[in-house]
C-alpha cells in the first residue's frame, strides 16, 4: 500500500513538472509573439504607407499628403512641373525650418510674440471662415438689387466703350460669305439658328461687351459699323464671323442694371455676411468681460517727430475712459 502511494505520489509530482514546464514554455512563447507582433505593428506604423516623395531629417512628405494640398478644384488643371516645383519648394523650406529649430529661434521671445499673433490671426480666420456663409451661397432678394442701383447709379459709369451684339460664327469663309449675302435685320436670327456654330442668345439677354476685351479685328469693324447694322465677313482666329450691332454706348456713359448686377450682388451679399459676423460678435461679446480705455491713446507721432493728436475712433459699444463689462 506505500509503495502504490510512492509510485503514485512521485507520478503526480511529475506530472505536475511537466504540466508547469509546458505552461512556462507557452507563456514565454505567448510573450515573444507578442513582441514580434507589436515590434512588426510599431514597424509597419513607423514607415508611410504611401510612397515617399521627398524626407527632410523627420520630416516627411508622402504622395497622399501632396495630392492632399492640391485644391479639388485645381486637380485637372494642375500640371507635373508645377507640382514638382512645389516639391522643391517643400524641401527647402523644410531645411531651413529644421535649421531654425537647430538654432533655437523660436524660443526667441521676439518670434514666440510673432507666432502668437499669427495664430491667434489663424484663429480668427478660423472662426470666421466656420461660422460665415459664403458669398454665393447669399441669396440677395432683387428688389434690394434694384433698390441699391437706383440709389447709386453715379457710381456706375463705363470705364470703356461697350457694345450689345449678335454674331453668326460659320466654320468656312465661303459659308460666311453666302450667310452675309443673305443676312438682313429681320432675319439675322433665323439665319443664326441655322448657320451659325455657336447657337445665337436671346435678343434680351444679350449684354454688353468692353470693345478693348474683343479681338482686334472685331471691335474695329464693331466701332465702325453703326447701330442695327450689320458687319461683313470678319476672320476671328479659324472661324469666320457675320456681327449684327444691337447698341453701342461709349466710356464715361451710365451703365444699365443688367451690366451690374453681378457686382451689386456681390456687395449686398458681403454686407449680409458682415452684418452675420457683427452679430457674431455682439453674441460672444455679451459672454465676455470687455474693457477699452481709448483715452490713453494720445496722438500720433508724425514724420517731424512732434506728437499730433489723433481723435479716437469711437465705437458704437465703447467709449473713452470706460470699462465695458459683460458678464456670462
Not at 27 to 54: D, E, G, I, W
Not at 146 to 151: D, P, R, S, W
Not at 251 to 277: F, P, S, W, Y
Request: glycine share 4%; charged share 25%.
Amino acid at each position: 500500500m506505500h509503495g502504490f502511494y510512492f509510485i503514485h505520489h512521485v507520478s503526480y509530482l511529475h506530472m505536475i513538472r511537466f504540466v508547469t514546464r509546458r505552461m512556462i514554455g507557452a507563456v514565454v512563447s505567448a510573450s515573444m509573439a507578442a513582441t514580434v507582433f507589436a515590434c512588426l505593428c510599431l514597424a509597419c506604423t513607423s514607415q508611410p504607407k504611401s510612397p515617399v516623395v521627398a524626407r527632410v531629417g523627420s520630416s516627411v512628405l508622402t504622395l497622399d499628403e501632396l495630392y492632399k494640398i492640391i485644391p479639388p478644384e485645381y486637380s485637372d488643371f494642375i500640371t507635373r512641373e508645377q507640382i514638382v516645383n512645389y516639391v522643391k519648394r517643400w524641401i527647402d523650406n523644410k531645411i531651413l525650418f529644421h535649421e531654425a529649430l537647430r538654432l533655437r529661434i523660436d524660443k526667441e521671445e521676439t518670434m514666440r510674440g510673432r507666432m502668437a499673433r499669427m495664430k491667434e490671426d489663424l484663429l480668427c480666420a478660423e472662426m470666421v471662415s466656420r461660422n460665415a456663409v459664403p458669398l454665393q451661397e447669399i441669396r440677395v432678394p432683387d428688389d434690394q438689387v434694384v433698390q441699391y442701383f437706383e440709389e447709386n447709379k453715379a457710381k456706375f459709369i463705363r470705364d470703356k466703350n461697350v457694345a450689345k451684339f449678335l454674331q453668326i460664327v460659320c466654320g468656312d469663309a465661303a459659308t460666311a460669305w453666302k450667310v452675309r449675302s443673305l443676312v438682313t435685320p429681320e432675319n439675322f436670327n433665323a439665319l443664326a439658328s441655322q448657320y451659325s456654330k455657336v447657337p445665337p442668345p436671346d435678343v434680351k439677354s444679350v449684354p454688353y461687351a468692353k470693345l478693348d476685351d474683343l479681338p482686334l479685328g472685331l471691335s474695329q469693324e464693331i466701332s465702325t459699323t453703326k447701330i442695327n447694322g450689320t458687319t461683313n465677313v470678319i476672320k476671328t482666329g479659324s472661324t469666320y464671323c457675320i456681327v449684327r450691332v444691337l447698341d453701342k454706348q461709349p466710356k464715361g456713359t451710365m451703365c444699365q442694371l443688367d451690366e451690374v448686377r453681378d457686382d451689386i450682388v456681390n456687395i449686398l451679399a458681403a454686407k449680409m455676411q458682415n452684418a452675420a459676423l457683427e452679430r457674431l460678435i455682439s453674441t460672444l461679446r455679451s459672454k465676455m468681460i470687455v474693457e477699452a480705455h481709448l483715452d490713453v491713446i494720445a496722438g500720433h507721432r508724425g514724420n517731424g517727430g512732434d506728437s499730433v493728436a489723433v481723435p479716437a475712433k469711437q465705437d458704437t459699444n465703447v467709449s473713452d475712459s470706460s470699462r465695458i463689462q459683460n458678464q456670462e
